[in-house]
């Protein structure tokens, strides 16, 4: 997925999720360079990032609030019941996105082919730079002393400094 990069980072009982704030139109175009990618839902209890399309993912954060609700904050079981809906459901199958969702306990990636993936090692990053946040974060986080925050941030400077849809206008939330 081309125009984005949401990298999330668990270290020390600490989750961040930094995302750029560039939104590219086709191969050619920069639109905006301060999109907030990065947001709080359910009570500012869970942090979410999304890459894709922006108005799809939207959505799906929205259908994501909806199943904390249902499920009293349960971020594992809503992310769930949100990937069985997105991959059973006509409509929703079309949209073009992946969401970083994480609270206080848990870190997940959910995509639209019905997988809620927990990260081993405390990492976890999409959109068109994510290898390259991925690989940073990692690497920081085995050798450095930075926190979570920190290294979620230094790792979309570097994805931004080598991937074309991705800049250094950065939204940090952290839980």
């Not at 920081?140 to 800049?167: F, G």
């Amino acid at each position: 997925m081309n125009g984005t990069t949401i990298v999330a980072i668990r270290k020390d009982g600490k989750t961040a999720i930094s995302g750029d704030g560039q939104i590219t139109f086709g191969n050619t175009t920069i639109m905006k360079n301060t999109a907030k990618k990065v947001r709080r839902i359910y009570n500012n209890n869970v942090i979410v990032g999304f890459a894709g399309s922006v108005a799809d993912a939207l959505t799906l954060a929205e259908i994501l609030e909806e199943k904390l609700e249902q499920y009293s904050g349960n971020l594992k079981r809503a992310a769930v019941e949100l990937a069985r809906e997105w991959r059973r459901d006509k409509v929703l199958r079309r949209l073009e996105a992946l969401l970083i969702a994480a609270d206080k306990e848990n870190l997940l990636l959910i995509s639209g082919n019905g997988e809620v993936i927990e990260p081993e090692e405390g990492v976890i990053a999409i959109g068109s730079g994510g290898n390259y946040a991925l690989a940073s974060g990692k690497a920081l986080i085995k050798h450095s002393n930075l926190t979570a925050e920190e290294i979620a941030k230094e790792s979309i400077v570097i994805a931004s400094s080598i991937c074309i849809y991705t800049n250094n206008h950065i939204t940090t939330e952290v839980i």
